[in-house]
DNA sequence: CATGAATGAGAGTTCATTCAT
DNA sequence: GATGAATGAACTCTCATTCAT
């Protein structure tokens, strides 16, 4: 298929390294990688690494691209699919769950990190797209689940992004204030029962 | 005056020491900042600066407690004062909304850099124990509120947290997310309206 | 020639980093000399003795094992030849003299300042590993004297030991107790008056 | 008696002062030791043991003369209470033994690293001296051994020489070659072997 | 005399980055 | 393209030595 058979196999070594630094990153954060890191992770040459990456920055920032794709199509599909708005709800929240305690192999930390250093407007920033991105969805289906009278009629924007503060405030609690699942669980009971009518 | 005036003069050295740690802490976030900048920082000798803090790590230790000290006296005395509870809380949120957005000359970044180096438990973690401070307080007031019926009729506990963790993500999507003013006003208004019973 | 040129290289910096070293360790003994030292004498880069050695510890064990490499062969073939047992003897006792009287560019210092940093049990000890094996080769050669009528009838492994020990205490002398060479020839002559049979 | 009380706190103090800091020597050796060591040591100010010592060069030769004080005295009183030579030898050779095996609290390896350091000639080596000591009474003592019939023949110079260069020699291989008791004592026995006339 | 804070030189070590092969 | 040896800047930490009090 490929009529360059050269630059695919660049792709595949680009591949390699990214995904050993994938690793790197989600171990020691991002200020902590350095380059002699990454070139030890893929048993790559040293000089091998500045083919094609410069710095760890330029490396985060093609782990960053990659990881953050696309992963609410789903939510879409469900609202098209007819099930209730209530119930994809707590299917979204249940997945920011495990992404706040299961936090292991997880690039939080890392992202953090990365735009402390590198501070980004809105709209170069991939961290706040995917922000974003969710709070569109989140407010979709609230205003679904208020159409359908199972929530109470509140902002959806803005309710949206209260959930997703209240999300960004769980996340950073669990890294650096020892955070449990209770206290975790009870948020989110908080979170539905802000917005459930009661039945 | 003094009965000692040899200890007095090491503890304005160390003020010194720190005021200048401080500054660089709240410019560089806490993992950059070497003992190599804090010395030419405060102009002191290399080994001077050894002379009273071994590392970075101890310098912050002794900042961040200097930092987070009894802040929250004053809502305290509010509710002694028979200050309604509604107007304290809002002059809570305003006191946090000031950090969040005011993030020049802070720590936030610094100390949230610290505890991803340096995961400690709920009971030995300055920032957990300054949360739950503010969740303590904070309870009292929806409590006070409740019963003053200001408020609508909701766990105080719970609720409380949830507040603070709200402010919690409006702090760290401020430091990575290009959070605006207006983001950070629409979050606070929500969280009141959602306590408030309309009058 | 070579399969693999890159290691031989490798190689040959290492000779060139062993020299220098063994130059410096011969001037100043094991403790005064510095990684900064190695790197001054042998013009390369700071980072990159460290290519090849993680400390002076590393560089002079190389240094010893290279030092003391298997001189005693060539009195194991003069008994093989046939050459009367006093006058390998002799021979010996000769070279040993030379060793202790010219200790420019020797390593004796140094290695004793080593074992005095890094007692070592007898079994990995070069020191003694060397020591040992002179006195074996002493043991099978007074044996033999004795076999052929020429020395007293001692026990030949405590006589051995016992001129290896004079020799050491010769040795050390030298080193710190200005002891010249007509005291080290008065005891060469003491070993040998004590052994040989009265012709 | 002192009609000078503040020199005699001097020198009170400059006590103080070699006493720790000869323990240390005998346990760092000679230049492992540094100022801050014997200031910590002493409990004297960083600037008060300047005053009494300008380098640890200066403290450890006054440590090795307090050190080396005339401890052959009992040897010259026992052959003028006409103990039998050879039983003063036996004597001489057991304490020379215990120096040797029970190396700690000795500065000894100071001893030789100072050696190593400063060469110095015979007649201003401490070492030195106290080796000819020895030798002189040996000899002596071996003298008389040969009038008493006692001993054979030797020369009783060369042959003192020879027995204190055995002891130096065992006394530097304890410190640096693992050479245990029974070795020690082996040799002892064949320097009696070879002085004593079998009875 | 005595103190101990302060200085600054110097050693160890790590890495980003380059470059000859 | 790919390699990995080599460089040198930067940082950490320790001490001998001085000096104001």
Known sequence: MSANPAANK???KKQLILKSA????????????TMKDVV?????SRGGLYLYFGSTHDIFVEVMNAEYADSNDVYISAIMDGTPAT???????????KQILGDTDSLTRATYEFFFDHPMPADENRL??????S????????????EDGDLYDVD????????????????????TMDVDQKLVNEQLMYIIDSLLVAS
Do not use: H
């Open 40 to 44: 030890e992770a893929c048993g790559i």
């Open 128 to 133: 706040r797209k995917d922000f974003d991105e």
């Open 10 to 12: 660049a792709a595949i």
């Open 22 to 33: 994938r690793q790197l990153f989600s171990e020691k954060g991002y200020s902590a990688v």
């Open 135 to 146: 709070v569109k969805i989140l407010a979709k289906l609230i205003e679904k689940g208020i």
């Open 87 to 97: 119930k994809i709800i707590g299917f979204f929240l249940k997945e920011k769950r």
């Open 156 to 175: 959806p924007q803005a309710a949206a992004r209260n959930i997703m503060f209240v999300l960004e405030g769980l996340r950073i609690s669990a890294l």
